[in-house]
């Protein structure tokens, strides 16, 4: 959903985890699929982390991901992130998004996450239509942190250009992957999203001249969580 309503902003490139192999710290080379999710984050300007919320914790799906990507130490450093949540009851995934925040605030990671409130969204079940999220609060909510998120990243973007060559030299080349291993390569795709400042400029660009940010998911569809 996320991909469709923001698409004059930020090209979103949707990335789920599900089928992914589940961590295993003997492993002596990074499975094929982790690596390849790892190139897409590698070239992203930010992550959005989207979560269900499974007995008051995240899916162990995601937590196996995030502990392979624990591996690549350069990979999530200092990489903007805003992690969203929906759940089936009352919680709004206020435990599942913690844990995600906290196990991306640990050594190996050190992702730079979006603080604040972020969208959680309660009785998921009921507000998704064919799959389409109806609840106008809702998407107002997710409008005001999606444009936080891209003001967050841009900020980001700003200082890695004034601090890193190599950062500066990624921001322009998005194809261009560094950050990873030989053996375990890099991450995820991602996106440059728009300042509210210079959103109508953004409005009249073609989808071919807008930035790219990637969303890891969950899953494609249930309650909405992998496209959010």
Request: aromatic share 6%; no cysteine.
């Given at each position: 959903?996320?991909?469709?309503r923001y ?20 492993a002596?080379k ?17 992550v ?25 130490p ?30 991306l ?6 992702a ?22 109806r ?14 998120f ?10 890695d250009?004034?601090t ?7 921001n322009?080349n998005?194809?261009v992957?560094?950050g ?16 509210p ?17 990637a969303?890891?998911s ?9 496209e959010?």
């Amino acid at each position: 959903m996320m991909k469709k309503r923001y698409a004059n902003q930020a090209v979103i490139e949707v990335a789920p985890i599900h089928g992914m192999p589940m961590f295993d710290e003997t492993a002596a080379k990074m499975p094929a699929e982790v690596a390849g999710l790892a190139h897409q984050i590698a070239a992203a300007d930010g992550v959005i982390i989207a979560t269900p919320e499974y007995a008051q914790w995240m899916p162990a799906a995601l937590k196996s991901v995030l502990e392979w990507f624990s591996r690549m130490p350069q990979l999530f450093e200092d990489k903007p992130v805003m992690v969203i949540g929906v759940s089936a009851d009352d919680t709004g995934a206020a435990f599942a998004t913690a844990s995600v925040k906290q196990v991306l605030s640990a050594a190996g990671l050190s992702a730079n996450v979006l603080g604040g409130g972020q969208f959680a969204l309660r009785q998921a079940n009921a507000a998704f239509v064919n799959g389409t999220l109806r609840d106008q609060a809702a998407l107002d909510q997710l409008d005001r942190d999606f444009t936080r998120f891209a003001i967050f990243v841009r900020k980001q973007m700003s200082v890695d250009a004034q601090t890193s060559p190599t950062q500066a030299y990624l921001n322009l080349n998005t194809d261009v992957v560094t950050g990873a291993s030989e053996e375990t390569d890099a991450q995820t795709g991602a996106s440059e999203a728009v300042d509210p400042d210079t959103e109508s400029e953004n409005n009249d660009k073609s989808e071919g001249d807008q930035p790219r940010e990637a969303t890891t998911s969950e899953q494609d569809a249930t309650t909405g969580a992998s496209e959010h």
